[in-house]
C-alpha cells in the first residue's frame, strides 16, 4: 500500500486497523446505505437563503438554455436546500471517459437510496471547467484493433495554462474529421461481431457519431457540450433529474467568493493543520498525494484578463494585510493586489479568482449543503489532507465515499478472450461468471452479507488477474498485449483501468445510448460495499 486510499479501501474490505481514521475522513461508510446513515447523523448544514434562491435560479436557466429541463431535474433543483450528493470530473473533450457515467450512476443511487432514509440528497453533476487546459481535457485515447498501441485524438492549438472554459466548441471541420477517424476505428472491429450482430453493432455506432456530432453543434464551449453530453443520457433517456453544475459560471462563483474569507483570516493555522495532517500521512507510512504548503500559500489562482492563463500567486503577510503577486508565462505581465484580512473585498477582481484543488470543495459547501461527495482515489487520497485542515476553520465537509472501479465486455475483448494462448489471463471464465450469478442473485435477494461476500470475491478475482497480466511484457501486436489494452486500458505504462482510460462510448457502441449508463445504475444498490470492482456484461 503507497497512499493513504489504500489504507481507506483495506478499512472496508478486510476491517483494517485504521488509525487517525476520524481526523481523515470523519468516518467511512462500508456501503452506500451506512453511508447515508452517516450523513443522517452529521448536523445540518445551513445555506444563506439569499444565494440559494439565485443559485436555484441560474440552474433552472442553465438547464433551460440546454433543454436539460425535465420535471425531475427542476424538482430537484427546487430542493437543493435539503440536501445534496455529489460528484465531478473535468471536461474533457468527446465526453471524458467512462468513469463519468459511473459516477453519475453512483450518486443517483445514493440519491434514491436516500428517499426511505429522512433527508433526501439530490444528484449534483460538477462539470469542472476552472481547471488550466492540460492534456487529459484536449485528449482522449482509442483502442486499436491492431496493437495495444491507442490512437489518440487532440484538440489543436489548446494552450497548456489556460483556463478550459475558454475552449469553444465551433471548430466543425475539426469535429468532422474526427468523427470520421472515431467511425473508421470501430469499423475495424466490426470483423470481431458476429454476422447476425454487425448490422446491429454498426446502426450503433452511427447513432453514437451523429449523437456526438450534434451535442458538439448544440453547445457554445466544452462545459456545455460535456453537459449535453451526458445530461441528455441521465436526465432525458433515463429521466433521473440529475442536476449538472457548471462550475465556471460567472455568477456561480460570485455566490461562493466568501467561502475564501475562513482560509484569507486563518490562513497560518490551515497551513498549519493542512502540514500536520501531511506528517501524520507520513508518519503511516503512505505518501502525501501533495506537499506540505509553504508559507506564501494562497488560496485561490488569478486568471490573467488578457489571455486567461491561471496563474498561481504567491501572498506574504504583513500586519492585517495579505499581499498577493503572480506573473503570467504568456504576457509576462505582474499581477498583483492586496487585501484587508479585517474588511475583505472581492468586487475589484471576484471574476479573476478561480480555486485551488483544496479550496474548490470548501467554497461549493457555501452555496451547496452536500452530505456525501461520490469520489475516485485521487479525491479520496486528497481529502485526507484537506478535510482536516479545512475542519480547522469551521467547514463540515461531506463523507468521501468511492465509487466501484467498473470493468466492461465488448465483442472484441470477448473473441480474442478465446485465444487459446489467453486462457491463463482472461477474466471471461466459469468461475468469473459464476460470481457475477452469485452476485446479482445476492441484490435481487436483498441479502446483505452475500451481497458483500461476493462483491469482495469479483474484486479480488479480477484484482488478481489485473495485477499478473500487468507483469507479462510482448510485442504490442500480440493477443496478449492487446487484452491488456482493451480489457484493463493498458495502452501505456501509467494506465491500468478500462474505465478511466477508453471514453464513454466505446461501451456506448455496444449497449447503446439508452442503455449506456443505467448499465452502472444496474450495478448499485443500496447494500452495495464501498469501493471495490464491477463488472459490465455489456453485449450487442
Known amino acids: 500500500m503507497e497512499k493513504i486510499g489504500d489504507l481507506y479501501e483495506a478499512y472496508i474490505k478486510e476491517q483494517m486497523n485504521f488509525p487517525d481514521l476520524a481526523y481523515f475522513y470523519n468516518a ?22 439569499v444565494k440559494m434562491k439565485k443559485l436555484k435560479q441560474i440552474l433552472v436557466e442553465y438547464h433551460e438554455k440546454l433543454g436539460l429541463l425535465t420535471s425531475a431535474t427542476r424538482k430537484n433543483i427546487s430542493k437543493l436546500d435539503g440536501g445534496v450528493v455529489l460528484a465531478g470530473q473535468q471536461a474533457t473533450i468527446f465526453g471524458g471517459s467512462g468513469i463519468i457515467g459511473n459516477k453519475i450512476s453512483a450518486i443517483v443511487n445514493v440519491s434514491d437510496a436516500s428517499k426511505s432514509k429522512g433527508r433526501y440528497l439530490v444528484p449534483v453533476f460538477l462539470i469542472n471547467t476552472h481547471d488550466s487546459i492540460q492534456p487529459e481535457i484536449t485528449t482522449i485515447h482509442l483502442p486499436n484493433n491492431q496493437s495495444s498501441i491507442s490512437k489518440a485524438i487532440n484538440l489543436p492549438d489548446a494552450i497548456e495554462g489556460v483556463i478550459a472554459n475558454t475552449i469553444t466548441s465551433d471548430d466543425y471541420e475539426w469535429m468532422a474529421e474526427n468523427l470520421s477517424i472515431i467511425k473508421n476505428i470501430f469499423s475495424e472491429f466490426k470483423s470481431s461481431v458476429s454476422k447476425d450482430k454487425t448490422k446491429l453493432f454498426l446502426e450503433k455506432v452511427e447513432h453514437v457519431i451523429s449523437f456526438l456530432r450534434e451535442t458538439y453543434r448544440s453547445s457554445s464551449d466544452l462545459g456545455e457540450w460535456v453537459t449535453l453530453i451526458w445530461g441528455i443520457q441521465a436526465n432525458i433517456l433515463n429521466d433521473w433529474g440529475v442536476v449538472f453544475f457548471p462550475t465556471s459560471h460567472p455568477e456561480i462563483r460570485k455566490l461562493s467568493l466568501d467561502g475564501y474569507i475562513p482560509f484569507l483570516q486563518l490562513r497560518s493555522d490551515y497551513i ?22 509553504n508559507g506564501d ?12 492563463y491561471r496563474i498561481t500567486l504567491s501572498c506574504e503577510e504583513i500586519e492585517d494585510v495579505l499581499y498577493f503577486e503572480g506573473k503570467c508565462p504568456i504576457d509576462k505581465k505582474e499581477h498583483s493586489f492586496s487585501v484587508n484580512k479585517n474588511d475583505i473585498d472581492f468586487s475589484v477582481f471576484s471574476e479573476n479568482l478561480y480555486p485551488r484543488l483544496d479550496t474548490n470543495q470548501a467554497l461549493l459547501q457555501t452555496i451547496i449543503p452536500t452530505y456525501i461527495r461520490i469520489s475516485g482515489p485521487g479525491e479520496i487520497n486528497y481529502a485526507a489532507q484537506v478535510i482536516p485542515s479545512t475542519r480547522k476553520l469551521g467547514f463540515q465537509f461531506p463523507l468521501y465515499v468511492k465509487y466501484a472501479r467498473m470493468l466492461y465486455n465488448t465483442p472484441w475483448i470477448e473473441a480474442l478472450g478465446k485465444d487459446p494462448t489467453l486462457s491463463t489471463y482472461t477474466i471471461l471464465t466459469p468461475e468469473f461468471f459464476s460470481i457475477l450469478g452469485s452476485l446479482a442473485k445476492a441484490r435481487r435477494k436483498s441479502d446483505k452479507l452475500f451481497l458483500v461476500q461476493k462483491s469482495r470475491d469479483l474484486a479480488n478475482y479480477v484484482d488478481n488477474k489485473r495485477l499478473e497480466i500487468k507483469e507479462v511484457k510482448d510485442k504490442p501486436t500480440s493477443s496478449i498485449e492487446r487484452f491488456k489494452s482493451w480489457q484493463f486500458g493498458m495502452y501505456d505504462e501509467k494506465h491500468q483501468w478500462q474505465e478511466v482510460s477508453w471514453p464513454w462510448f466505446v461501451m456506448a457502441v455496444v449497449t447503446g445510448l439508452t442503455d449506456n449508463i443505467a448499465s452502472y445504475r444496474r450495478f448499485y444498490s443500496p447494500d452495495t460495499p464501498i469501493g471495490g470492482i464491477g463488472f459490465i456484461n455489456s453485449m450487442l
Open 272 to 293: 498549519e493543520e493542512f502540514n500536520k495532517a501531511t506528517k501524520k500521512i507520513e508518519d503511516l507510512g503512505y505518501k502525501p498525494t501533495t506537499a506540505a504548503k
Open 28 to 49: 467511512i461508510p462500508r456501503t452506500y446505505s451506512d453511508a447515508l446513515d452517516h450523513a443522517n447523523s452529521r448536523p445540518e448544514i445551513q445555506i444563506n437563503a
Open 297 to 308: 500559500y494562497s488560496p485561490f489562482f488569478y486568471k490573467c484578463p488578457e489571455d486567461h
